[in-house]
Nanobody, 124 residues
Framework: QVQLVQSGGGLVQTGDSLRLSCAAS????????MAWFRQAPGKERDFVARLSRSGAITYVADSLKDRFTISRDNAKNTEYLQMNSLKPEDTAVYYC?????????????????WGQGTQVTVSS
């Protein structure tokens, strides 16, 4: 089992950057495929990005790949989401997630462990 604790987020202006962090404890962090999802008010929790156990394979949602970067540091048991050129439509609660599964990794149902969520608000 793994526990995920998120940090970062907050209120920023359009065009600003933010980095979210997700610190893991418990079972070996490098055993898990990791991801980020986000949920805007009144909407579903949507896939943002994922990366492989080693961090060598990454995938960011097409609409975000020019601005968002996902990474991890297995030595620090931490996953990151770097968000640049933020827009008001990026406003949401962001969640990190972990799974030992190896398929359907853009689907939230594939993830067994979740961070507590962190609010990102982008003002215009």
């Amino acid at each position: 089992q793994v526990q995920l604790v998120q940090s970062g987020g907050g209120l920023v202006q359009t065009g600003d950057s933010l980095r979210l962090s997700c610190a893991a404890s418990g079972r070996a962090f490098s055993s898990y495929n990791m991801a980020w999802f986000r949920q805007a008010p009144g909407k579903e929790r949507d896939f943002v990005a994922r990366l492989s156990r080693s961090g060598a394979i990454t995938y960011v949602a097409d609409s975000l790949k020019d601005r968002f970067t996902i990474s991890r540091d297995n030595a620090k048991n931490t996953e990151y989401l770097q968000m640049n050129s933020l827009k008001p439509e990026d406003t949401a609660v962001y969640y990190c997630a972990a799974t030992m599964r190896s398929s359907l990794l853009r689907t939230r149902e594939s993830y067994d462990y979740w961070g507590q969520g962190t609010q990102v608000t982008v003002s215009s």
